[in-house]
């Protein structure tokens, strides 16, 4: 086990980067996505390639919803399949990927506006390994967990994210995990082989998000409950939400953003992912 002595600060070994690692929001959709060979998968893959290969990975996950803030901080978190009815190739997927104690304590370190719990008890859930391990399938990068405090609102999560600036600079890609819209209750089962379906309010919606990232206009997206009815049906519970507040709060004046994977599925869902820098 390596230890803090020996360690000493992770990012403090890593040399200054003369532009921060990108950051990205990911529409992961359905655990499939991480064993199926889909267009969404392929774009994970894709973009793997087209940033640079990071010293580690932080992933925010709508799965990891806590009373409190909490950081994965063991050597080798495990492959947590939290999700049902699935088939038993998907349970059987193992993602090996290390964890780094050090750049736990370091980036809990960072936090000023909460306490961090270093967390030995959790891992990686599917919002993490089933998009991680497409675009990294050696399974060599240190992927760690940041969870979602679920007693804040989203001024809160945006205030925490903008406290991991320095990571950034450190080569550290940071990962919201969720999905803009996200309504499983008004799913069209019947339409998910329908390329691009989606219910006229999802895609309004989807649209106006897409347009205030755009503009940098953020102070909307975080009062999303003063966006009116459509805004209501996409986000019915914040979980999926608040992980594109992160990858927000972490943009830095007039760094690019770019959309990918920019999709509806089943009516009620949508996987618009988010690059910035």
Do not use: C
């Not at 030995?120 to 940041?146: F, N, S």
């Amino acid at each position: 086990m390596t230890t803090l002595a020996a360690f000493k600060h992770f990012t403090n070994e890593l040399p200054d980067q003369q532009r921060p690692m990108p950051v990205l929001f990911i529409g992961h959709g359905s655990p499939m996505n991480g064993i199926e060979d889909t267009a969404f998968s392929r774009r994970w893959i894709q973009m793997a390639k087209e940033i640079p290969t990071p010293a580690a990975v932080l992933v925010v996950s709508a799965h990891w919803f806590t009373n409190g803030t909490k950081i994965t901080a063991m050597d080798f978190p495990q492959t947590i399949h939290d999700f049902g009815g699935f088939p038993p190739a998907l349970f059987a997927v193992q993602y090996p990927a290390p964890g780094n104690p050090a750049l736990a304590k370091e980036a809990a370190g960072l936090i000023r506006s909460a306490k961090v719990e270093l967390n030995h008890d959790w891992g990686l859930d599917h919002g993490t390994w089933t998009v991680v391990r497409h675009m990294y399938p050696e399974a060599k990068i240190p992927v760690l967990q940041l969870s979602i405090d679920y007693t804040k609102g989203p001024q809160f999560h945006y205030d925490l994210a903008r406290e991991l600036m320095a990571l950034r600079k450190k080569g550290v890609l940071i990962i919201g995990s969720g999905n803009m819209v996200h309504n499983l209750r008004m799913v069209a089962w019947d339409k998910l082989s329908v390329q691009g379906y989606g219910y006229d309010w999802a895609l309004q919606i989807n649209e106006q998000f897409k347009a205030l990232i755009q503009e940098n206009d953020h102070k909307p997206l975080i009062n999303y409950s003063q966006l009116g009815r459509e805004a209501a049906l996409a986000i019915p519970t914040p979980e999926h939400y608040l992980p594109l507040m992160y990858t927000l709060g972490l943009k830095a004046g007039k760094e690019p953003v770019s959309f990918f994977n920019d999709q509806a599925v089943g009516g009620s869902l949508t996987m618009t992912s988010v690059k910035i820098g």
